[in-house]
C-alpha cells in the first residue's frame, strides 16, 4: 500500500523556521522524483519543490526566493522541507507528492498545515 505522511507543520511566527518531513512506503522511493505543493484557502495548489532522487538536482517555486531548501534520504525514504523567513502568505496545508519518471504517475500525501501568524 502506497502512503506518504507529512509531518512537522504547525503555527510559527513571521520569520520563523518549520522543517517538514514526509515519510514513503509501499512503492521504489528512487524511481519517484519527490515534491512539496502547498495549497492555501481558496487557492490553487501550486508547486513548491522538487528533487531528483540520484542526481538530487532541486527546482523551486518563484516565491521560495532562497528560503526553502528541499532534501531527501533514499535509504530512509524520507522527504524534506526546511522552510525559513517564514511569512504569513506562506500559510498553507502543504503536500508531499511523488511523482514517476518514468509515467508521471503521482501519488499524494494528506498535507500538514503550516500556520505563519504572529
Known amino acids: 500500500q502506497v502512503q506518504l505522511v507529512e509531518s512537522g507543520g504547525g503555527l510559527v511566527q513571521p520569520g520563523g523556521s518549520l522543517r517538514l518531513s514526509c515519510v514513503a512506503s509501499?512503492?521504489?522511493?528512487?524511481?519517484?522524483?519527490m515534491r512539496w505543493f502547498r495549497q492555501a484557502p481558496g487557492a490553487e495548489r501550486e508547486f513548491v519543490a522538487s528533487?531528483?532522487?540520484?542526481?538530487?538536482?532541486?527546482n523551486y517555486g518563484d516565491f521560495v526566493r532562497g528560503r526553502f531548501t528541499i532534501s531527501r534520504d533514499n535509504a530512509e525514504k524520507m522527504v524534506y522541507l526546511q522552510m525559513n523567513s517564514l511569512q504569513p502568505e506562506d500559510t498553507a496545508v502543504y503536500y508531499c507528492?511523488?511523482?514517476?519518471?518514468?509515467?508521471?504517475?503521482?501519488?499524494w500525501g494528506q498535507g500538514t498545515q503550516v500556520t505563519v501568524s504572529s
Open positions: 507528492s511523488a511523482r514517476n519518471r518514468y509515467t508521471g504517475y503521482q501519488y
Open positions: 509501499g512503492f521504489t522511493f528512487t524511481n519517484y522524483v
Open positions: 528533487i531528483e532522487p540520484f542526481t538530487t538536482a532541486t
